[in-house]
């Protein structure tokens, strides 16, 4: 088995709301790993952070990906760092991966970052600037498709989707 396709984008790009758009178009199911995980261990991926570090939420997160690309026909969307891990990005190149691209700006406020308070929230968003820079070009190599979602619904991006594979 393997899914009709991978999302892959940054923490507000989208991933999981428009997995399920388009899982309804397409009739068939989401997977998602962010939730594959916290079944698995029975902790959020949070807790997971916190009490046992980012590298062992990663060798989780790898692994609940190389299942779920057996095991599952439908949707697929990931953890927005998945995409970090070698062993990952080997198997995502035998898939149809679509990268749900963001801004910084659309994905700080999607994910309840916005732009007033910036001595509360400046830090935060520096953070999130760093990582969507660092990760765009890794997201672009692996994407077979690119839609950029900013000014779109998430009916839109899964109707974009839908039309490009
Ligand atoms: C992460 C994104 C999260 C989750 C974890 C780490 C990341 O998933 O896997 O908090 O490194 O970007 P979403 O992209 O679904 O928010």
Redesign the pocket.
């Known amino acids: 088995m393997t899914p009709v396709v991978v999302l892959v984008g940054?923490?507000g790009a989208g991933?999981?709301t428009v997995a399920h758009r388009l899982a309804d178009r397409l009739g068939t199911s989401v997977r998602d790993t962010?939730v594959d995980v916290e079944r698995s261990t029975g902790s959020s991926?949070?807790d997971l952070?916190v009490e046992h570090g980012e590298a062992h939420?990663r060798d989780l997160?790898a692994a609940a990906v190389a299942t779920a690309l057996r095991e599952h026909d439908g949707v697929l969307?990931l953890?927005?760092?998945?995409v970090l891990h070698p062993g990952t990005q080997r198997l995502l190149r035998e898939q149809q991966v679509v990268f749900l691209d963001v801004s910084l700006s659309a994905a700080a406020q999607r994910v309840g970052l916005g732009t007033n308070r910036p001595l509360l929230l400046g830090n935060v968003r520096a953070t999130m600037k760093a990582?969507l820079d660092a990760r765009r070009p890794v997201y672009e190599d692996l994407a077979t498709h690119t839609v950029v979602t900013d000014d779109l619904t998430a009916d839109d991006v899964a109707a974009r989707i839908h039309q490009l594979i």
């Open positions: 940054a923490p991933k999981t962010d991926v949070q952070f939420f997160e969307a953890g927005g760092g998945a990582l």
